[in-house]
């Protein structure tokens, strides 16, 4: 069996592990920043076309190969959104999304010293929501990125008060 570039960012990995070949797709590495003004967080909503539908979830996206998370995550701000960190934005963690299928590593960043100098991209709609509204979106099958739900827990552990 042989390697398959699906394409740009996804590859298919065939390798021997014992006498069995493992299957696991080579992806892109990505960037989430969770952006906060005040007491309330910056979401994008966008249509997700694997699943069918407006998805709620924090701006993220793939990290450029001349590029850092750190970098990524201010321009997808930027891009998304609209809205620039006066600040550095601080790390949360990093983690694999699917470590035994996918190489995929999500890099997680919090800001909360915004100023709004763009609108947001094309086909993205933002909305400044609280912590009770972000569990109701994921409750409701709204908010349902696993890797962005993560972070976000994670966040409120780690710099939440």
Request: charged share 25%; with cysteine.
């Amino acid at each position: 069996m042989k390697n398959l570039k699906l394409t740009n960012n996804i590859k298919l990995i065939n390798k021997k592990f014992k006498k069995e070949f493992y299957h696991f797709l080579k992806t892109s590495n990505l960037s989430i920043v969770i952006p906060k003004i005040k007491n309330k967080y910056i979401l994008v909503s966008q249509k997700r076309i694997p699943i069918n539908q407006i998805n709620f979830e924090f701006p993220s996206g793939i990290i450029e190969k001349h590029e850092t998370a750190l970098i990524s995550a201010k321009k997808e701000l930027i891009e998304e959104t609209g809205y620039k960190s006066r600040n550095k934005l601080r790390k949360i963690t990093s983690f694999y999304s699917e470590p035994g299928r996918l190489t995929t590593k999500i890099t997680g960043f919090f800001c909360n010293n915004l100023i709004k100098i763009l609108k947001p991209e094309k086909g993205i709609k933002i909305h400044i929501v609280s912590d009770h509204q972000i569990i109701k979106l994921i409750e409701n099958g709204k908010f349902n990125n696993a890797s962005h739900i993560g972070m976000y827990l994670f966040y409120k552990k780690k710099y939440a008060q």
